[in-house]
């Protein structure tokens, strides 16, 4: 299931700063997973990012395994501004049970994001995630670039995630 665009709406003047990051995003190369817990892995992500007129945007991230295709992580939410500022948060639901709210800062074509709080479900696979930090740029080229790190229980802050995509649309 994906987001719709509504191409009838204007979009909101609030939400002005992001409208690079709309449309639909594949990643042009299998992306880079590790953690010290797991095995390393490659996968493939969509990203959608659309909007109804509304002073935020909708997301819709789905991964999947680069040699088996079957699905792996999904994440849907949305992106606010604080008006007037340049600090922007992400809204999340992922399918492991994780909530959470990002906040940072938006710089140029530039998101640089922290975990503010996450929530889980009472049983989420353990052990937990205990902080996220997210960073995603338009790189000169075109490409949008997102590197993702996590901290688990007992884990430091460690790179987990990286990849390029390429706009679709």
Not at 135 to 144: E, N, S, T, V
Request: aromatic share 8%; glycine share 6%; with cysteine.
């Amino acid at each position: 299931m994906s987001c719709p665009f509504n191409h009838s709406a204007e979009l909101n003047p609030a939400v002005l700063p992001l409208d690079w990051l709309l449309g639909t995003w594949q990643s042009d190369e299998p992306g880079e997973g590790s953690f010290p817990s797991i095995a390393p892995f490659r996968y493939t992500e969509t990203l959608h990012f659309s909007h109804v007129g509304q002073p935020v945007v909708n997301f819709m991230f789905n991964a999947f395994h680069a040699e088996s295709k079957r699905p792996l992580h999904r994440e849907c939410g949305f992106i606010r501004l604080q008006p007037g500022t340049n600090r922007v948060a992400f809204i999340i639901a992922q399918n492991s049970g994780l909530v959470e709210i990002e906040e940072g800062d938006l710089t140029g074509q530039q998101l640089t994001l922290h975990s503010a709080a996450l929530a889980r479900t009472s049983f989420a696979k353990q052990p937990h995630v205990q902080q996220i930090s997210r960073h995603i740029q338009l790189k000169p080229d075109g490409r949008l670039e997102q590197t993702v790190s996590m901290a688990l229980e007992g884990q430091p802050l460690t790179q987990h995630l990286h990849i390029t995509y390429r706009r679709t649309d």
